[in-house]
């Protein structure tokens, strides 16, 4: 967290887009975990990717005059 409050005004001075797939999957951490308690399971991959390219077509969308 420390980190991520120190890279803010990096990420807004560059005009920069911040996907923080924590902030989603810390409200139910584990329905998204698999047995070993670590990593994240199938669903919350696929979650994550759809969030990840709709942000990266928005971002191309907004590029295009």
Known sequence: IL???SA???IENH???LLDAQ???RQN???HR???GIHWNAK???W???RFFRMVQTSVQNLTP
């Open 8 to 10: 803010r005004p990096i």
């Open 48 to 50: 994550l990717r759809r």
């Open 34 to 36: 698999v047995a070993d």
């Open 29 to 31: 951490q584990e329905a």
């Open 3 to 5: 980190k991520a409050k």
């Open 15 to 17: 005009g920069w887009d």
């Open 44 to 46: 919350a991959h696929r």
């Open 23 to 25: 902030y989603w999957f």
